[in-house]
């Protein structure tokens, strides 16, 4: 099912197949009413995330109803600044901590404990991106995603104990443990999606004619021995990236980000600095 607009792109509603039957299982262990009040919460978790990205004129591809509640494709949030792409990430947790404030009952325990499982530093958690944004333009965009997913496969493992722990404890209750399963299953799926945005911001970057005085650089000093990969390492969010290469003590020639990320799409990626001076 879809929906469309006149002016909007048009936005593809999907319903996962599990969905329904876990409805009527839930209903079936008198958890029914529990149960929708967390897809509601989750709803307006995602539709958060949808309006603020509306806000910054993002376009949402794809919205998918699923048995842990709904999942937001927002397209080209790489093209957004950090601050814009910021408050596009924590617009889902900051109005469930919101909501929690104002709300009593079942669904404001709800809609705290889904702001903070969504702030955990982990793909593909909300927390997970804000510190892949935040560390990107630190530490250089593909070392923030190393970094994530390793943190990722340690919150997995932490909840997964702990879900062993409650199914003990608590029968039939293994929400920790369905947790940490579905962190292992989406880490790599995530990890794949954000390196190719990474490509796609930095090629798109590559075509544009932006003046130079606009532009925000970040050099770095390599020797002509720096290998591809060490310089695709440094790219960064918002900053354009300059390698000054140097031999025996002096600077011999720049090379732009640009030049890495063309080079990186030929054959040979682990070519040094200096293979890409002698090709142009």
């Not at 792409?85 to 901590?97: D, I, K, S």
């Not at 794949?192 to 650089?217: C, G, M, V």
Request: net charge positive.
């Amino acid at each position: 099912m879809s929906v469309s607009g006149t002016k909007t792109p048009r936005v593809k509603i999907q319903i996962h197949p599990t969905l329904p039957p876990v409805i009527l299982l839930a209903f079936a262990l008198g958890r029914g009413r529990e149960f929708l009040l967390v897809l509601l919460a989750v709803t307006i978790h995602e539709l958060s995330h949808v309006l603020v990205g509306r806000f910054f004129k993002l376009s949402v591809k794809r919205f998918v109803l699923t048995p842990l509640g709904e999942i937001a494709e927002i397209e080209k949030m790489e093209s957004l600044t950090e601050i814009p792409r910021l408050a596009v990430v924590l617009a889902g947790p900051l109005v469930n901590f919101l909501l929690f404030g104002i709300c009593q009952g079942y669904f404001a325990t709800a809609n705290l404990a889904l702001c903070l499982f969504n702030l955990l530093p982990a793909y593909p958690m909300d927390g997970g991106r804000f510190w892949h944004i935040i560390l990107g333009r630190r530490l250089g965009v593909l070392r923030a995603g190393r970094i994530v997913t390793r943190w990722t496969r340690f919150f997995a493992g932490l909840l997964i104990a702990a879900g062993l722990v409650q199914a003990v404890l608590f029968s039939y209750n293994i929400s920790l443990f369905c947790a940490g399963v579905y962190l292992i299953q989406n880490n790599r799926r995530e990890k794949l999606r954000l390196q190719w945005d990474f490509y796609r911001y930095f090629t798109a970057r590559r075509l544009e004619s932006i003046p130079l005085k606009k532009r925000t650089f970040k050099c770095f000093l390599f020797d002509g021995e720096t290998s591809l990969l060490a310089m695709l390492q440094e790219l960064r969010w918002d900053l354009y990236s300059v390698f000054l290469i140097a031999h025996q003590e002096k600077i011999i020639a720049a090379i732009t980000e640009g030049a890495v990320i063309k080079a990186a799409y030929q054959p040979g990626a682990g070519r040094r600095a200096i293979d890409l001076l002698k090709n142009d």
